[in-house]
């Protein structure tokens, strides 16, 4: 069964980190470029951060520039997200989601395979 599990989430003060975890079973995760995505409440969803499953080539929103880190752990089949920095406008349901293929867009929602059930970060100012 595919399966793309998000954890990691919780409520921290602003100026605090966390790390998000996208753990896949079923298929593996190096083999597919990843991206993370977040909705925040009356917003539209946001692309959030992106890697490569060719170059492991990294992209960024302009939003999180220089506070979040996307890397790969292949032993654990796992994508991270350390958030640095966090802000209260991080506040948001955040997703991972899994492309097979070359994205022409990075944050193409449409054009990825399997996503996740999302996890909550919360941040208070």
């Known amino acids: 069964q595919v399966q793309l599990v998000e954890s990691g989430g919780g409520l921290v003060q602003a100026g605090g980190s966390l790390r998000l975890s996208c753990t896949a079973s079923?298929?593996?995760?190096?083999?597919?470029?990843v991206g993370w995505f977040r909705r925040a409440p009356g917003k539209e969803r946001e692309g959030v951060s992106y890697?490569?499953?060719?170059?492991?080539?990294?992209y960024y929103g302009d939003s999180v520039k220089e506070r979040f880190t996307i890397f790969r752990d292949n032993a654990k089949n796992t994508v991270y997200l350390q958030m640095n920095r966090l802000k209260p406008e991080d506040t948001a349901v955040y997703y991972c989601?899994?492309?097979?293929?070359?994205?022409?867009?990075?944050?193409?929602?449409?054009?990825?395979?399997?996503w996740g059930q999302g996890t909550q970060v919360t941040v208070s100012s």
């Open positions: 989601a899994a492309a097979k293929e070359a994205l022409g867009y990075v944050f193409a929602a449409e054009d990825y395979d399997y």
């Open positions: 890697i490569s499953n060719r170059d492991n080539g990294k």
């Open positions: 079923g298929f593996t995760m190096r083999y597919y470029a």
